[in-house]
């Protein structure tokens, strides 16, 4: 109980880039015009911060491509985005979480899941549930991952687990599983989520969140587009 009651809260982030047209969810266009593939980015965003300010953590760190706007709600700390590729962008928030919280865990999470409930994370990162657990793995659908957490996180070990895995593909997820055996760690299992990349996966995700800003947008836009067309 004592080691329980001593365990330091969580450091929870989310990377992203700010929702600018063109330069994010290109995957939705030319479905939907880059100014509503921004709106949608927007709020998937909004939906995932405002959840993960509902898990307990000591703090929260936004790992931003970009400048924050209105959508950044109170609690969050901005850190703007280091290195070059997503693997090493990644390996770089890790490193910022150990350094502005040493000791403590920390999960990040992208802002493609905006589905996913504040349970789905508080539960396993509890300081009950975290004894024996080094990382914390999130399947993506698509062969990838949407969160990555580590119970010890430092810069060294946070680049030897990222760093030069291929992002973006099919078999990303499998390699850094295969990089968090290698390197001897006991992985939770996070639920297996849907990214939102397409306008399938966008239609799939808001069915799954229907009272979300997300949802709300989407119903929006898709109005908008039907009627452009």
């Known amino acids: 109980m004592r080691a329980v009651l001593a365990a330091p809260p969580p450091t929870l982030l989310v990377i992203t880039k700010a929702p600018v047209p063109g330069r994010v969810k290109t995957r939705l266009t030319p479905h939907f015009t880059p100014e509503q593939a921004a709106d949608l980015a927007a709020a998937a965003l909004e939906d995932t911060l405002h959840t993960l300010s509902a898990v307990p953590a000591g703090q929260r760190l936004l790992v931003l491509d970009g400048e924050p706007g209105a ?74 991952f949407w969160a990555l957490g580590l119970a010890r996180p430092t810069a060294a070990l946070a680049r030897r687990l990222l760093v030069d895995v291929p992002m973006s593909t099919p078999g990303t997820g499998a390699a850094l599983l295969d990089r968090l055996g290698a390197a001897g760690l006991v992985v939770e299992g996070l639920p297996e989520l849907t990214d939102v990349d397409t306008v399938g996966d966008a239609r799939l995700v808001a069915a799954q969140a229907p009272d979300g800003r997300f949802a709300a947008c989407l119903r929006a836009v898709e109005r908008a587009a039907e009627k452009a067309r």
């Not at 589905?115 to 062969?143: F, H, I, K, T």
């Open 71 to 144: 959508w950044l709600p109170a609690g969050w700390q901005v850190v703007p985005q280091r290195g070059g590729g997503l693997d090493e962008r990644l390996a770089a928030a890790f490193a910022a979480a150990a350094r502005l919280a040493p000791g403590a865990p920390a999960l990040l999470v992208g802002m493609d899941t905006p589905q996913v409930g504040a349970a789905v994370l508080a539960e396993p990162l509890s300081a009950a549930r975290r004894a024996g657990v080094d990382a914390w793995y999130g399947p993506a659908a698509d062969g990838g």
